[in-house]
């Protein structure tokens, strides 16, 4: 029987991932098969690399086993043994000890202390899913060997021409094998031949129903990521890129809707199987290429069945324009008032400015996805490199403070600082921290592009670039610069706490002259030893960032325009601009590791602020003012973007009108001119108890900096943090 089984099947499937069975009839020996990959290494030693990985690639392709369950509509599972993770690897570490040798030791101390990071990123693209859809593997590799037959060809162009070939033949080769597979292991049964014949469709021509769809969007996603290497961070529009085979499916009775809502529920599980770092994300909604809406019945029908599902991954982005029906709003804060917290807003109007103000088409700029948590790039037409390079804002403040000293490793970093009581008022000692953020930034860029002049010889994307019109119209991989932006992206993060800092400086110092800027200093080396009367009174009675304060947030809107005008535009090293984020995730937590105590009255080693929000719990004056605080600032300038985190207490939501308060929150938040902002709806009764008896709560999910969690999963600290933040709501 074909139908009707996902709860049966759902527990087994879960281990797909981790419990892989390979079929030892079905290929090599994954030890074998490293042995042939290293071999032909060696044999193309002194060509190409992107020849080199494309014959590696094409062999795993034929030669690996396989994973067939018969339970899973989407099989997918290749023992590659990450070996083309692996050789990439090696290449980067020989780049590291030999050609980048010295300039990584030029910005050691930088990166040593966290101040700030540069490195590789080729973990945040997405193929082009509109051509990956409408053309498949026969499609994309007919539109190469066209291609391939018009161009006048370099030799690098040759090269690349006809390793995209290999490897797209390659990958048509596994549809095959795993249709093989399937038939072999399901005999005559019913679903193993629906199965099979979808994936057979798949090897000579484009999806023609939405399983073969699925079907692909699964098997591009695995040997892209997986085996390719180049993660995708974005399965696209689902709703858009569905909905043609959902409405002919069930124009023609191909699937019944409850058969297509079956499917949804293994697509789904899939992703939470494979337990991707910060999650699998797509998106809904957003305008159409015409400016008509993008939500379709196929949105509601995602949501209803991602809620069903009460699991923590996928993650879901909501494109968010002024005429997003509301009836679809309601029913995605329904879903987290619930429990079910995969979600996070993202505003259309800024997004689409942001990419215009670097350069993008503005149709490009519309045709959007999201990257990773939340970063916008044109589908199709950009290489974003999203998380290449960090900059930590509150310790260039913390360098100033120190005379030029990192306070943590006690190495000068950035620029040369004058000494910290030199500074006449505060303007002479704002402009101090806006240079060292500014060597910070630069820091980081200059590092990116030393990186991205070698990424032809450690990163070739035969399969991503063959999405990608504009990669195979001038025979360039995505990675050389083939696409139509090539862009990188710095994040800028920790700006409350910058700004709560610089405002305590301004007020101790230059208004109230109680101290000088070095027996500030000395205090927060110290770790605030002796001097606990001070720091509570920063925390308690000093303004800060969040609480609708003027002037506080005029000067986080200048901290930030100041950062966008030393990043957006300036050139990387592929032929594109950078891009400023101003996000923070995770690295909050690891960079304030290695940042001592901050004057805003943090003691050191402690989290940083989170993306947009106040420092945890300095939000006082509510919900309404932390969005004034936060739209005070020009986001168009953020094309790398960045989220609000909102608390909401359980009680303040409920019933009708707690939908109506929450309609009027993002509505407020998105015509002010807001990035991007995701709810927490919870109670610290329920977190407190949460952390007395953990089995008892084991699905209960929060949204986290940019994805989305199991409470009971996370440390001890993030867990205080929440609960500190909740009772904040609360108050």
Same mark, same amino acid.
């Given at each position: ?50 020849e080199t990985k494309s014959l590696i690639l094409d062999f ?282 995969s979600f996070m807003f993202i505003n259309d109007n800024v ?113 991503? +670039? $063959?999405?990608? %019109?504009?990669? /195979?119209?001038?025979? =360039? #991989? ?5 696409? !139509?932006?090539?862009? +990188? $992206?710095?994040? %800028?993060?920790? /700006?409350?706490?910058? =700004? #709560? ?5 301004? !007020? ?35 303004p800060k960032y969040g609480n609708g304060n003027p002037e ?180």
């Amino acid at each position: 029987m074909i139908w009707g089984n996902f709860e049966k099947d759902r527990a087994d499937l879960s281990a797909q991932y981790s419990e892989p069975h390979w079929d030892e009839t079905s290929g090599m020996h994954a030890e074998d098969l490293r042995t042939a990959c290293l071999q032909i290494e060696r044999d193309t030693k002194g060509k190409s690399r992107m020849e080199t990985k494309s014959l590696i690639l094409d062999f795993i392709l034929r030669n690996a086993q396989l994973d067939v369950d018969l339970r899973d509509f989407f099989p997918d599972m290749l023992n590659h043994d990450r070996l083309p993770f692996r050789i990439r690897g090696r290449w980067i570490q020989d780049l590291r000890r030999n050609e980048l040798a010295e300039i990584l030791k030029t910005h050691e101390a930088g990166q040593n202390g966290f101040s700030y990071t540069g490195n590789t990123d080729l973990s945040h693209c997405s193929p082009d899913w509109d051509a990956v859809m409408q053309l498949g593997f026969t499609g994309l590799l007919e539109r190469v060997q066209k291609a391939h037959a018009a161009n006048s060809k370099t030799e690098e162009q040759e090269v690349f021409y006809t390793s995209t070939e290999r490897v797209l033949i390659g990958s048509i080769a596994i549809v095959g094998r795993l249709a093989d597979a399937v038939e072999a292991k399901g005999g005559g049964d019913e679903k193993a031949a629906l199965i099979a014949k979808s994936l057979r469709n798949l090897t000579v021509g484009a999806p023609q129903n939405i399983l073969e769809a699925m079907q692909l969007s699964m098997l591009f996603r695995m040997l892209q990521s997986a085996l390719e290497g180049e993660a995708i961070r974005s399965v696209g529009g689902l709703d858009r890129l569905f909905y043609p085979f959902y409405k002919k499916d069930i124009e023609n009775g191909t699937f019944t809707e409850a058969q297509i809502r079956e499917l949804f529920r293994y697509y789904f599980w899939k992703f939470y199987s494979m337990k991707v770092t910060a999650n699998m994300p797509f998106y809904l909604g957003g305008r159409l290429a015409d400016g008509s809406s993008g939500i379709n019945a196929l949105s509601y029908l995602i949501v209803e069945e991602y809620a069903a599902l009460d699991v923590d991954d996928p993650k879901i982005h909501i494109r968010w324009y002024d005429e997003i029906p509301q009836d679809f709003v309601s029913l995605v804060f329904t879903t987290i008032r619930n429990g079910r917290n995969s979600f996070m807003f993202i505003n259309d109007n800024v997004v689409e400015s942001a990419l215009v103000s670097i350069g993008e088409d503005p149709c490009d700029a519309r045709n959007y996805t999201v990257i990773g948590c939340y970063e916008p790039a044109a589908l199709g037409k950009e290489i974003p490199c999203t998380c290449a390079g960090r900059a930590n804002m509150v310790k260039a403040l913390l360098t100033v403070m120190n005379g030029g000293l990192d306070s943590y490793t006690g190495e000068r970093v950035g620029t040369v600082t004058a000494d910290p009581d030199s500074y006449a008022d505060f303007d002479a000692f704002f402009a101090a921290v806006k240079e060292q953020i500014a060597a910070f930034l630069k820091g980081s860029m200059d590092l990116i592009r030393a990186y991205e002049s070698y990424y032809p010889t450690i990163s070739q994307a035969p399969l991503l +670039s $063959s999405t990608f %019109a504009d990669c /195979v119209e001038r025979g =360039v #991989d995505a990675y050389a610069g083939g696409a !139509k932006y090539n862009n +990188s $992206s710095v994040v %800028a993060f920790s /700006v409350a706490n910058t =700004v #709560d800092g610089l405002t305590a400086v301004k !007020k101790l110092v230059y208004e109230e002259k109680r101290y000088t800027v070095s027996e500030l200093a000395d205090i927060l080396n110290r770790n605030w030893e002796g001097h606990e009367m001070l720091r509570r009174e920063i925390l308690k009675k000093h303004p800060k960032y969040g609480n609708g304060n003027p002037e506080v947030d005029h000067l986080a809107a200048e901290l930030v325009d100041f950062a966008a005008s030393c990043v957006n535009g300036q050139p990387n090293g592929r032929g594109g601009v950078f891009r400023l984020g101003l996000f923070s995730i995770d690295y909050r937590i690891t960079f304030g590791e290695r940042t001592g105590a901050t004057i805003d009255g943090r003691r050191s080693g402690e989290m940083l602020s989170k993306n947009m929000g106040a420092v945890t719990a300095m939000d006082k004056e509510g919900i309404t003012a932390l969005i004034q605080s936060v739209t005070t600032i020009d986001y168009k300038k953020v094309p790398d973007g960045t989220v609000l985190d909102a608390m909401l207490h359980t009680s303040a939501v409920e019933g009708e009108s707690g939908l109506c308060a929450m309609h009027a929150l993002l509505k407020t938040y998105m015509d002010c001119g807001g990035f991007a902002i995701q709810f927490n709806v919870l109670s610290p009764d329920v977190l407190y108890a949460a952390q007395r008896e953990p089995e008892k709560y084991a699905t209960l999910q929060v949204r986290l900096c940019g994805w989305n969690v199991y409470f009971t999963e996370l440390s001890r600290a993030e867990q205080d943090e929440l609960i500190k933040q909740c009772e904040n709501a609360s108050a």
